[in-house]
């Protein structure tokens, strides 16, 4: 996986961040930015404010690994190349509980995926509109590991919770909590840099489970 400017700027690289005290946040965002610049607006739902969302986690305190994904990007793949990552964070002595991997919508499809490849019951993850009907029999290879905050938006058609997946995970989960949100914004929830899923994400990523 090839860093951004915007990881440059946070980590300058893998190797050169310490493993002290600091906090990884991997920020995944949805599909709307493979497909477009990141100055352009969904005719629907307004601009997708990745940078603000990313400037946000920094400002908390995380140090942000993120990138903008080229189009139709494989899921799967691109999943084992972040697991690849939290790998290298964590033989550089990171304990798992501060790393945190953050999905928006097809980009928290892919974290789904990387906590089925990396099962470790101490990585943090955090779902942002990405569970919807009829996704736990289209793709049964998803085995979730992991402390697991899912949002989902009550008004994002065919939203569900992801009580079922977990419930199917043949991994001991220690914390779940999933959190649905009534903005009457439909998936374009999360376009935005919004209190409602922000900020019990920064708490997760803090290894606040309550």
């Known amino acids: 996986m090839k860093f ?6 946070f980590c300058y690289s893998l190797l050169s961040c310490t493993a002290s005290d600091e906090r990884y946040l991997f920020f995944l965002h949805n599909k709307f ?7 352009e607006s969904h005719p629907k739902y307004g601009k997708a404010e990745y940078r603000e969302i990313v400037n946000a986690f920094k400002k908390e305190g995380f140090t942000v690994i993120s990138e903008k994904r080229k189009a139709n990007t494989n899921e ?22 501060k790393i945190t991997v953050v999905g ?9 995926y990387v906590s089925t490849y990396a099962r470790n019951e101490q990585l943090n993850f955090v779902f942002i509109g990405s569970s ?7 793709f049964p290879d998803i085995d979730l590991c992991g402390n697991i905050l899912a949002i989902n938006e009550k008004s994002d058609r065919g939203s569900v ?11 001991h989960i220690e914390h779940f909590k999933n959190i ?3 903005t009457g914004k439909e998936h374009g929830f ?16 803090s290894q606040d489970y309550e």
């Open 4 to 9: 951004t400017l915007i990881v440059v700027i």
């Open 161 to 171: 919770s992801l009580a079922g997946r977990i419930e199917k995970s043949t991994c």
């Open 190 to 205: 999360l376009f935005p840099l919004m209190n409602e899923w922000f900020e019990p994400t920064v708490k997760w990523a």
């Open 132 to 138: 919807f009907e009829g996704l736990l029999e289209q």
């Open 33 to 39: 930015i493979e497909e477009h610049t990141l100055d």
């Open 76 to 97: 799967k793949t691109y999943a084992r190349q972040v697991k690849e990552q939290i790998d290298s964070l964590l033989q550089m002595g990171v304990e798992p509980g």
């Open 104 to 112: 928006t919508s097809k980009g928290g499809f892919i974290a789904q």
């Open 180 to 182: 649905e949100l009534n």
